[in-house]
């Protein structure tokens, strides 16, 4: 006879299986990814235990209002994160999902601005809320508009200012009440035409990337979720997974 505990662990396995199998018949398999993936790295989350979320306000630190205000403050708190995420290599889950992006047909969507994909080798990769490795040009200049890389830990200059124009730069990411450029979102969009989509470690509560699971539900696609807690994803995929990114995919890609 089953304890609870047993049966949980049996729908768990039952469940990697039916994933397992779902990605290896794919053609089309799209994976959304969010901060939960770079949890094993040490790249703190938002909304999580310890989360940046709990300690700061994201009116204070991730709005244009709040740079305006005090560019130096919000620059001393990206400088932060880029001296903590250096120190960060991708984990097992970074691996898995960069070797599966190998398969042509598949691509990932992510809402990280580590570049942790980046680095283990994914391709094919949407980095919807940009790179905290490139910096653009606050002042508007048309030349700084296009973001650059900028990876010195710490920043030559402090807050950095735009090669071109000498103005004030700004970190290249997407900050609250800021459009994602329409070439990304366009392409996660197009992305959620598939046949199995995967979201793993996101709180799925930040649009537009918590629509795009219901998109490619409705567009047919078997739909799953990674991640250590219920979302507000949870009840809508096929298979909800608990468990940490970086122990259920190693074991979800032993089996595909
Ligand atoms: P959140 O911090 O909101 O959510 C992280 C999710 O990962 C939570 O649901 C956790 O339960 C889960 N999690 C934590 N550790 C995990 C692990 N080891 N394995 C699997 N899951 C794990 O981060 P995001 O959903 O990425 O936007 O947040 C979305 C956006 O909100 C961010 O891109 C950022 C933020 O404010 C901007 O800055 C514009």
């Known amino acids: 006879m089953y304890d609870g505990c047993e049966v949980r662990r049996v729908n768990v396995q039952n469940d990697l299986a039916v994933l397992a199998a779902r990605i290896r018949s794919a053609t089309r398999l799209t994976i959304l ?11 703190p989350t938002f909304r999580g235990q310890d989360g940046l979320w709990r300690q700061h306000r994201a009116e204070d ?12 403050l919000v620059w001393e708190w990206y400088a932060w994160r880029r001296e903590t995420i250096a120190g960060c290599r991708p984990n ?15 691509r990932t969507v992510t809402q990280n601005v580590d570049d942790l994909h980046a680095r283990a080798g994914t391709e094919r990769l949407v980095r919807l809320h940009g790179s905290i490795w490139e910096l653009s040009c606050w002042d508007g200049c048309a030349n700084g508009a296009t973001p650059w890389r900028d990876e010195r830990v710490p920043l030559a200059e402090m807050p950095p200012r735009c090669p071109h124009c000498g103005g004030l730069a700004r970190p290249a990411v997407v900050w609250f009440g800021e459009s994602l450029r329409g070439e990304d979102v366009r392409a996660a969009l197009q992305a959620t035409a598939c046949d199995v989509f995967l979201t793993v470690g996101t709180s799925a509560i930040v649009y537009p990337a918590a ?11 078997f739909t799953a979720e990674i991640n250590l807690e219920a979302t507000p994803a949870s009840s809508g995929v096929d298979v909800a997974i608990h468990g940490g990114a970086e122990t259920i995919l190693p074991r979800v890609a032993e089996l595909v």
């Open 61 to 72: 630190l991730a709005t244009p209002e709040a740079f305006g205000r005090n560019p130096r």
């Open 33 to 43: 990814t969010g901060a939960g993936v770079s949890a094993a790295s040490g790249v």
């Open 211 to 221: 629509g795009l699971v219901h998109e490619a539900r409705r567009q047919g696609a």
């Open 92 to 106: 097992a889950a970074h691996e898995v999902i960069a070797a599966w992006s190998q398969r042509a047909g598949s």
